[in-house]
């Protein structure tokens, strides 16, 4: 059913194939003299190897431009436990630590302080990533939010949409992110103040949270992949996603069905 997980993640462009067959042939066949010729193609490579990095650091540039942002950014105030919480998860990350231990509760912290900072952060992340392709999902090119031709994704609230309904993918998206950024702004859901207990469903709209952020990555991944790649961003992507995935997993915060859209490329992608 999915495509995505079958595309070839890197494919040597001419410019590279070409450095590349001379290294690989006898030193006949380079002009000069063997060792020498060879050091030189390996420099050649050496220097695409760089701009191939500024390439993809640009893009990642793109993707955390504030220009791009969709929405403002929720923030933890600077001296909570929270804030405290944030900056070890993203230490955690940023020391290339396994993504698997990452997502694990850290001794003697309580779950739900940690459950909130994750999804406020991954709110913030999904969000980013979602408006790097949002011009081009578009009420013409996405004029349903779906996951593919088997899944289709209908909108409820307590609002206007009392029943599921039919939308466009751009108009599900707005929604949702309007409807999240409530949720989290909310002190009687996400309470701020230390000693503020969280409320007893707070586990409960936490699940459907993560649900719903869940399929912008199934949109994003089945519909703007190609976006994503042109733009040299599916690293990030896949990393941001195998950290919401392992999370989810650790925890328990979304039902297995839920997954079902992306079982074959998480089960590729996430060991």
């Keep these: ?17 070409e450095i590349l067959v001379k290294i690989r042939s006898p030193c006949s066949t380079v002009t000069g003299h063997g ?11 050496r220097t ?3 701009k191939k990095r500024r390439k993809m650091s640009n893009a990642l540039k793109q993707v955390f431009n504030k220009d791009r942002t969709f929405r403002p ?32 509760l850290p001794s003697g912290e309580e779950q739900n302080d940690w459950v909130a900072v994750h999804v406020v952060d991954f709110f913030n992340r999904i969000n980013l990533i979602y408006g790097t392709i949002s011009d081009y999902c578009t009420e013409q090119s996405c004029p349903v939010m779906s996951g593919g031709p088997k899944y289709e994704y ?12 039919a939308l466009s993918a751009p108009q599900y998206m707005n929604l949702l992110m309007d409807w999240i950024e409530v949720q ?53 992507v896949n990393t941001c ?8 997993k650790e925890f328990n915060l979304i039902d297995t069905k839920e997954l079902e859209p992306l079982k074959e490329m998480t089960s590729r992608m996430c060991h």
Excluded at 35 to 45: E, G, K, M, R, Y
């Design 48 to 50: 695409w190897k760089r």
């Design 1 to 17: 059913m999915l495509r995505v997980a079958d595309r070839k993640v890197l494919e040597e462009p001419d410019e590279l194939r």
């Design 184 to 236: 989290i702004n909310n002190e009687d859901i996400f309470p701020t103040n230390v000693g503020t207990p969280f409320p007893k469903n707070f586990l409960q709209v936490v699940k459907k949270i993560l649900s719903r952020l869940f399929r912008v990555f199934v949109h994003v991944y089945i519909h703007h992949f190609d976006r994503i790649t042109q733009m040299g961003s599916e690293a990030h």
């Design 154 to 165: 209908r909108w409820q609230d307590e609002h206007k949409y009392r029943k599921p309904t």
């Design 241 to 248: 996603y195998k950290h919401f995935y392992y999370f989810v």
């Design 73 to 104: 950014k929720r923030k933890f105030e600077p001296g909570t436990q929270r804030f405290e919480l944030h900056k070890r998860a993203q230490a955690s990350l940023n020391a290339g630590l396994d993504l698997k231990l990452a997502v694990q």
């Design 35 to 45: 060792p020498v010729a060879v050091c030189l193609q390996l420099s050649s490579l």
